[in-house]
C-alpha cells in the first residue's frame, strides 16, 4: 500500500493563573499569545526576533515528534503553533533561555489565552503541549528542572457530538443518489465517500489519504492509515459498495490524469483530494437538511458510532473501527445512546 504521496492535495495535540516571575500576570506586547497552532507565519515575533535558543529547541522538538513519535504532519504543525506561541511570549518578556521559562512564564502565557477567549479545551492542549515540551527539554537535558510538573489547565468539558437522525441520513442518501443519477463525476464521488464516512467512521484525513489498492471489493473492507502512522482494516457495507463501485467505473476515470497517482477520491483537477473539499461537501449537504446539529464530516463518524452502539455492538469493536488508542474516547458515544434514551423515557413513561 503506497502511502507516501498522500500528502499532496488538490489544493497544493493540546489555566488562568498569574504570570511572570514577579507573580503578576504579564502581557507582552508582541501579540505572541495570540498564535493559532499550525499557523506561524503570521505570528508577530518579538522585537529583535526570536532567541536562538528558542529556535533551535523548536526546531529540534518538532524533529523529535516527527521522526522519533511517528507523528503526523498535521500534527507535528499543531506542536509547533503552540510552543512557538510559548517562545515568543517568553520572548516578549524578555526571555532568551529555556531555563528561564518557569512555572509563573506558563502560567502567565495560559492566562493571557484565557483572557484572549480561548475554548477550555484549546487551553487543556495548549497545556499538554506545553508539558510535552518541558518533559523533552528535560530529558534532553536542555534544562534541568521541569517548570510544567505544577502546571494545570482547564478541565475539557466533555461535549456531545452532532449525531444525525436516521431518517436524516435516509434523505441525504437520497438526495446524493439522485445527483449522482446523471453520471456527472463529481456527484458520484459525493456519493460514494458520504457512504464510506458514514458506513465506516473513518476519519476524513483518513478518507483523503485512501488509494484505491486500500480497497478490497471482494471482502468490502478498507486499510486504513490512522493516527500515529497505526494501520487498521474496517468493513463497509453494501451501500456504501455500490457507490464505490459506481465511482470507480464511471467517475474517478473522468477525473483522472496522470497526477492523479493512487489516490482513492480525486478533486476537480484530479489530484487527490483534500480534507477542505470533503468538508465543503458534507457542511453543503447538512444545511440542506434544516433542523440538526451536526456539522462537517466528523458528524458522521459521530453517527456511525452512536448507531452502532444504538444497534448492539459492543463497545471494544467499535473502538477497533473508529481507531481509538483509549477505550475512553469510545466511551464518549455511550453518553450519547445513553442521553438520547433517557429522554425517551422522560418523554414517554408518565413517572418520569
Not at 457507490?243 to 496522470?258: E, I, Q
Request: hydrophobic content about 35%; proline content about 5%; overall charge positive.
Amino acid at each position: 500500500m503506497s502511502h507516501t504521496s498522500r500528502n499532496t492535495a488538490e489544493t497544493g495535540g493540546p489555566g488562568h493563573g498569574s504570570g511572570g516571575p514577579s507573580g503578576k500576570a504579564a502581557v507582552p506586547e508582541t501579540g505572541a499569545a495570540n498564535g493559532t497552532a499550525g499557523n506561524t507565519t503570521d505570528r508577530r515575533r518579538p522585537p529583535g526576533g526570536r532567541p536562538v535558543e528558542f529556535s533551535q529547541a523548536l526546531e529540534a522538538f518538532c524533529s523529535y515528534l516527527s521522526s522519533e513519535r511517528g507523528r503526523s504532519e498535521h500534527t507535528v504543525r499543531a506542536y509547533e503553533g503552540d510552543i512557538a506561541g510559548l517562545v515568543d511570549y517568553a520572548a516578549g518578556l524578555g526571555l532568551t533561555a529555556l531555563a528561564e521559562i518557569d512555572l509563573y512564564v506558563l502560567r502567565g502565557w495560559l492566562g493571557t489565552l484565557n483572557e484572549a477567549g480561548l475554548a477550555r479545551a484549546t487551553l487543556a492542549r495548549r497545556a499538554a503541549t506545553a508539558r510535552s515540551f518541558t518533559g523533552w527539554a528535560l530529558r534532553e537535558e536542555r534544562i534541568s528542572v521541569d517548570p510544567a510538573l505544577r502546571l494545570k489547565a482547564p478541565k475539557r468539558t466533555k461535549t456531545l457530538p452532532g449525531v444525525l437522525r436516521p431518517a436524516q441520513l435516509e434523505a441525504l442518501f437520497e438526495t446524493l443518489a439522485a445527483a449522482a443519477a446523471d453520471g456527472g463525476a463529481l456527484p458520484l464521488r459525493d456519493r460514494a465517500l458520504v457512504e464510506v464516512l458514514y458506513a465506516t467512521g473513518i476519519r476524513v484525513g483518513e478518507l483523503a489519504g485512501l488509494d484505491v489498492d486500500d480497497l478490497d471489493q471482494d471482502r468490502r473492507t478498507l486499510k486504513v492509515l490512522g493516527k500515529g502512522n497505526k494501520e487498521r482494516t474496517v468493513p463497509y457495507g453494501l451501500p456504501a459498495a455500490l457507490a464505490l463501485d459506481d465511482w470507480l467505473r464511471r467517475g474517478r476515470p473522468a477525473l483522472a490524469k496522470p497526477e492523479s497517482g493512487p489516490a482513492l477520491f480525486l478533486g476537480q483537477r484530479g489530484r487527490r483530494i483534500d480534507q477542505r473539499q470533503v468538508r465543503a461537501v458534507t457542511s453543503a449537504l447538512f444545511e440542506s437538511l434544516g433542523d440538526t446539529s451536526a456539522s462537517g464530516p466528523h458528524a458522521l463518524r459521530h453517527s456511525a458510532a452512536t448507531h452502532l452502539l444504538d444497534g448492539g455492538a459492543d463497545l471494544r469493536s467499535v473502538q477497533e473501527i473508529l481507531g481509538h488508542s483509549s477505550l475512553a474516547t469510545t466511551q464518549l458515544y455511550t453518553h450519547v445512546s445513553v442521553d438520547r434514551l433517557r429522554k425517551s423515557y422522560q418523554q414517554a413513561h408518565p413517572r418520569a
